[in-house]
């Protein structure tokens, strides 16, 4: 399986970034298997940040990985009760984090405020996850251990500028 990660970075050896920032499955390295999302995410780095530059990193993971009971994979398949509270519970930095790897859905910023509105009491559970699945909605998987992201195997970068990837 091929996964991508934006960055203002070359990331030849990926890491655990802890930061004061609290993301959807916590404290890890993020990826995805959306070249269109890993852009995005590399664009808006590059403009938070006044990065003159941004890449697309490019790495592989053997699909056994998946099937491995050494590791502790979480896996949302698409939004659900428990991938909502698991994501509310992140973001607001109320979850320890005890698996390898968790994979599922992203909580972008119009998701972000659909949550905001079930949190408020605005909308039901049933009404929350009906309009977060008729959202287009992108993967992450984060590795959450240095054993899971030893199975990261960098395969090259991408470098992005402002309207095309070039080598």
Known sequence: M?????STEI???PRIIISDKFLDFGYG?????????????AKIKKNRTNSENSYLNVYEIDDIV???NSLSILSFD?????WL???INNRRGRTVQDYDIVCGPVANDTLYRTIGLYESGIFTLEETIKRLKVNELFDQISFHSKIAL???K????EFISDYTITN
């Open 154 to 157: 960098f395969q090259g970068k």
């Open 2 to 6: 091929i996964l991508y990660h934006g």
């Open 66 to 68: 998946w099937s491995n």
């Open 85 to 87: 509270e698991f994501v």
């Open 78 to 82: 698409n939004p659900s009760r428990d």
């Open 29 to 41: 390295f993020y990826s995805t298997t959306s070249k269109e999302q890993a852009l995005r995410w």
């Open 11 to 13: 990331v030849e050896k």
């Open 150 to 152: 030893e199975n990261l």
